[in-house]
């Protein structure tokens, strides 16, 4: 960690110090602390740590050891499930998926450096981001890996069709340090007729980030990740002042250090940056207590090519007409780049503890989730699995039963006083509380009363625990399934109440004919409800089938979601809850937000962006002019 301790805003040493219990030195004394720029996970070789062609890091992995007909392990330390065999895990997706252990695709290696395209970045920008000091790479590697983010398409594109073309690459990364460096790119953008695609952690799941095939001007990837300071922790107001780049994790090891949290953690933060959050309207698994990101942030300062756009003050709420954060908010790097930001922040929680919940049916489930909800008591995270998911996460455990398996609660209490739990039919919530230890025993006792009106049980705490293991390793999942002839994606919506179990059973259905359809063999579909609101909930879909016999399999895959989606449409969901619109969605998204209203989101383009620098291809279709590319 470097400290600078050098600028200390003159805002904070105006203020009076003496009106105020928060006294003016203790504010300078954490002012200096806290001015630091953090050494973030991601560094510029990003490759080193994280995979360039599948998800997460590099030392942890699914593989398949030589013992007897093969054995499914995790290797690595950083995951309890870490150097573990997973027999059960082993014969689960044989049994699901009727998988050839023998037969291996072996993804291609990292193309040699002769094999990437010249790049079209002319001297001239070259130049002139050498003259304003910021960091670049025309390197091959550096431009694949920031090419794509972690859709199916684009991790299957990586493995098994590099050997054929290489797919449209940046031209040249960049990495900015400062909201000036932004300026002075996105000008010399503008100028010379250059299209820039902001970067993250890279971790899109809408396509967001891919680069569009088509684009004939050159691309920058604008690399945030070394824009990772932190200006100030305001401990009084309780914000915090940072830059974009700073990676979820790296964030909550800051804070937490110093007894605060923002509290929003997507399933991604281990790689997702706070500029993506924003630019994303991402969703965190604990927003019950800390709020999604539109909840949290304050203040966003965006580097567009019409200007700054920044709203005065940090202000609790305002009503100065429409709410322009509400612009930013949601962009999807098509507007400008979102550089500095003002979050809120809270102490951290004096008590962390899990819980779970047995229900004998998802309807029942899904019925106690909107009790609660309707009650306002649920705690930090409340998550529902179908019977088809909480069967996969018991595989996910080592012979012998290290993990208390939530079976071995489940047939206790079957045997003593509970009669009926159908292991094929049940499901199960797991639960997350955060807050003082009184305010978090009077909220699992409110819980648990209701949970029994609706025919639920406790399955303690170490299984709440697991299932939010779980959510980290199984996004390591698809990169040995594609391995082994198996493509797998997520997708998500959130739908109004009296829709969601409509919705759910509607969408498995329309799954099942159309991997009929398509002459899929095996396919595994499951659901999760992972968000809970007055209103409605978020449901979170996993799909997987074993391709073999198919030309296609993303092309396959990707036909099949388009049926759920106008599925999950026709039922009342939504385009999407928090993984946005990007590339994969844009067809529908007219559709959801008018015709009135995606003019308006054109007239905010062409206001901010009147050339189209932000040429990414997110939430519209086409490019009409002004947005076409002007050569
Ligand atoms: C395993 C997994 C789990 C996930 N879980 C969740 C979840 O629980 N909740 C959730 O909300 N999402 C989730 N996502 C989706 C994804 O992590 C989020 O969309 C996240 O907010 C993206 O952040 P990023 O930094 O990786 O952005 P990137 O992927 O780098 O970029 C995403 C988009 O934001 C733009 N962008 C990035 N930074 C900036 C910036 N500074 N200024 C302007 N535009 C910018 C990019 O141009 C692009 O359009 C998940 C994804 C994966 C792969």
């Known amino acids: 960690m470097v400290r600078d301790n050098s600028k200390i805003p003159k805002w904070l040493a105006e203020e009076d110090a003496k009106e105020d219990p928060y006294s003016l030195e203790q504010k300078l004394m954490d002012y200096a602390m806290c001015k630091t720029k953090l050494n973030g996970i991601i560094p510029k070789n990003r490759n080193e740590v994280i995979k360039w062609n599948g998800w997460g890091y590099n030392d942890s992995k699914f593989i398949i050891k030589p013992v007897g007909d ?36 072996h993804p291609a ?51 098994f069709n590099l050997k054929k073309s290489i797919p449209r690459i940046p031209d040249v990364v960049v990495w900015p340090e400062t909201t000036e460096h932004v300026v002075t790119l996105v000008a010399l953008a503008e100028r010379m007729t250059m299209v820039i695609i902001p970067y993250g952690g890279g971790t899109s799941v809408s396509g967001a980030v891919t680069c569009p095939d088509n684009e004939p001007r050159p691309i920058i990837s604008l690399d945030t990740t070394q824009m990772n300071q932190i200006f100030y922790v305001d401990k009084k107001n309780l914000l915090i002042s940072c830059q974009c780049g700073i990676v979820g994790q790296d964030l909550e090891r800051f804070l937490q250090s110093k007894g605060f949290t923002v509290g929003h953690e997507p399933d991604s933060y281990e790689f997702s940056t706070v500029g993506g959050w924003v630019a994303t309207r991402a969703s965190g698994m604990k927003k019950n207590v800390y709020g999604n990101i539109e909840d949290l942030l304050v203040s966003a300062t965006m580097v567009t090519p019409s200007g700054i756009l920044h709203k005065k003050g940090l202000h609790p ?39 779970s919940v047995v229900f004998p049916t998802f309807t029942d489930g899904v019925n106690c989730m909107r009790e609660i909800a ?45 009669k009926g739990f159908d292991l094929e039919r049940i499901c199960v919530a797991t639960l997350l509380f955060e807050g003082s230890k009184k305010s978090v025993e009077q909220q699992e006792a409110r819980i648990n009363n209701i949970v ?101 399999p993303v092309g396959t895959y990707e036909a099949i979601e388009a049926a759920a989606r106008e599925e999950i449409l026709a039922n009342q969901g939504s385009l999407s809850h928090h993984h ?6 844009a067809r529908w998204y007219k559709s959801q937000v008018s015709e009135l209203g995606e003019n308006l989101y ?16 997110n939430l519209l279709t086409d490019e009409e002019p002004p947005l076409k590319a002007k050569l």
């Open 109 to 159: 290696p990292l193309p040699p450096p002769e094999a990437y395209p010249k790049s079209l970045a002319s001297q001239e920008f070259l130049e002139a981001v050498d003259k304003a000091g910021i960091s670049k790479s025309l390197d091959g590697v550096d431009r694949l890996v920031r090419c794509h983010g972690q859709t199916l398409h684009d991790i299957y594109t990586l493995r």
């Open 580 to 585: 946005g619109v990007g590339k994969l969605r």
């Open 452 to 552: 029994k009106d609706f025919g639920g049980m406790p399955a303690g705490e170490k299984n709440g625990e697991r299932g939010y293991m779980l959510t980290f390793v199984i996004a390591y999942i698809r990169d040995i399934g594609l391995e082994f002839n198996v493509v797998a994606e997520s997708f998500e919506t959130s739908v109004p109440w009296k829709h969601t179990l409509n919705l759910c059973r509607n969408v498995k259905y329309v799954i099942g004919k159309e991997c009929a359809r398509h002459k899929v063999k095996r396919h595994f579909i499951s659901h999760r409800v992972t968000q809970t609101y007055d209103s409605g909930c978020c449901v979170y879909f996993y799909f997987a089938f074993n391709w073999q016999g198919l030309d296609d």
């Open 317 to 355: 709420r305002q009503s100065v007409g429409p709410d322009f954060n509400h612009v930013i908010l949601g962009s999807e790097g098509t507007l400008g780049v979102v550089t500095e930001v003002v979050l809120k922040i809270r102490p951290v929680a004096e008590v962390r503890k899990y819980g």
């Open 602 to 617: 054109r007239q905010a383009k062409r206001a901010l962006d009147p050339n189209n620098v932000f040429g990414v291809g």
């Open 70 to 105: 093969g054995l499914v392990a995790f290797t690595g330390n950083r995951y309890p499930i870490g150097d573990l065999d997973l027999p059960h895990f082993t014969q689960w997706v044989k049994d699901i998926f009727e998988v050839d252990i023998n037969h291996k695709n």
């Open 374 to 418: 309707k009650q306002r008591c649920q705690p930090a995270s409340i998550r529902l699995m179908d019977n088809e998911q909480f069967r996969f996460g018991q595989t996910l455990k080592p012979a012998g039963g290290f993990f208390n398996a939530i079976v071995e609660t489940i047939k206790k209490a079957y045997l003593t006083n509970v």
